[in-house]
């Protein structure tokens, strides 16, 4: 039985690390048997983000024909009724007043209007439960990220959630595709990069994109950085095979590996905080 | 007589993709009318990536596209758009932010 449990806290990093750590030891389980059991009995507390990348792989496995996925629920009951608030572990249509519950689909090769179809129900969700101050911020940045799944992930699983916190005035966003992850899109491009962190610096700086005779390609992910950072100051992680990137403001940039782990495909978190006044995007993307 | 396509059927209130602008655009050129107005009316958003790709796939369709009803918002991403391709020296037609939409029929 694979146990899940995350430290007290709000080290966004530190939860991902593990959550990484057990959907890997969930891979060579399922491979072993086609059978995967999780016990969260001992879970006292978690940050949604972790879970939508453990949440995301059982959706996967049922996918591939698993003959058994078992889990053992937490004994404290807040964070049971946490875990099913959400969506663990299938995800659900039904959102709360301040989130939008875990959201799981599969790549509809024939329908290529997927993931724009799938935006919008986010959106039309999100917008209810979001302060107006945040003006077409969340649409340009979610714009840009299912964007980027579209045309580059070649995922199989995509997974969303988002939640507003109204009493922080904060709006936490996760995304997570498991795709080819942007390193390896690089080396299928022949971009060259030091590390799989140095690829995602450059993917969302701007300094390179695939498409490299379109000069007016790659600003995706680099004014999703400016908008989230300078105009939300809010965090942005990304997590990509090896790689992470951490960018907690202009000057608070982290750039590292994971330890020992592999993240198939590319998770992106964002924390925005709510603007004071109403925020005009055009200040912040180019 | 003109084709007119409303754009809020095609894809809701947000466009956010690139692939589902350039497949509306394979649809569109495979159309019999040479003219079409596509109507933005009650389009919300447009992405970044969706207009480069809509101003890149009007200027290889052999097809006269002409845009009603952009919003102020819609009007403000093109702009945005044409801001960055005028920086990269790159020229190519814009929509026109005013509604154009005279004699035409909905099939």
């Known amino acids: ?286 | 007589m003109v084709k007119k396509v409303s754009l809020i059927s095609e894809f809701g209130s947000n466009i956010f993709t690139r692939n589902s602008i350039s497949n509306f655009f394979s649809e569109l050129n495979l159309m019999k009318d040479k003219e079409i107005v596509l109507d933005f009316e009650s389009v919300e958003f447009i992405s970044r990536s969706c207009a480069d790709e809509y101003l890149k796939q009007k200027k290889v369709s052999k097809k006269k596209i002409i845009e009603a009803n952009m919003s102020n918002e819609i009007c403000s991403m093109f702009k945005n758009v044409e801001n960055q391709y005028e920086k990269a020296g790159v020229v190519v037609s814009f929509p026109i932010c005013e509604d154009r939409c005279k004699n035409v029929v909905s099939v």
Request: proline share 3%; charged share 35%.
């Open chain 1, 1 to 286: 039985m694979i146990k899940v449990e995350f430290p007290r806290g709000d080290d966004i990093l530190e939860h991902l690390s593990i959550a990484i750590k057990i959907i890997n030891n969930m891979d060579q389980e399922f491979k072993k048997e086609k059978k995967i059991s999780l016990d969260f009995s001992d879970l006292e507390w978690f940050i949604p983000c972790s879970m939508i990348l453990i949440s995301n792989k059982i959706k996967e496995f049922f996918e591939h024909g698993a003959l058994e996925i078992k889990y053992k629920a937490p004994v404290k009951e807040s964070v049971r009724k946490h875990m099913e608030k959400i969506g663990f572990p299938l995800g659900k249509n039904e959102d709360g007043d301040s989130y939008v519950s875990l959201k799981h689909f599969k790549k509809d090769k024939k329908d290529k209007n997927q993931i724009n179809k799938k935006v919008n129900e986010l959106i039309n969700s999100i917008e209810g439960k979001i302060p107006c101050e945040f003006g077409e911020s969340v649409k340009y940045i979610l714009g840009e990220l299912s964007d980027n799944i579209d045309d580059h992930s070649e995922f199989e699983f995509a997974s969303l959630m988002a939640q507003y916190f109204p009493t922080k005035e904060i709006l936490d966003i996760a995304v997570f595709d498991n795709g080819i992850s942007i390193p390896t899109l690089f080396e299928k491009h022949k971009v060259s990069f030091e590390n799989d962190q140095d690829a995602i610096k450059k993917a969302v700086w701007g300094e390179v994109t695939t498409k490299e005779h379109d000069i007016t390609r790659g600003y995706g992910l680099k004014t999703c950085k400016k908008l989230s950072i300078e105009g939300l100051r809010g965090e942005l992680y990304i997590i990509s095979r090896k790689g992470i990137l951490r960018i907690k403001s202009k000057d608070d940039i982290l750039l590292q590996e994971l330890s020992g782990d592999i993240l198939q495909g590319t998770f992106i978190y964002l924390r925005l905080k709510t603007p004071k006044n109403k925020l005009n995007i055009y200040e912040f993307v180019e």
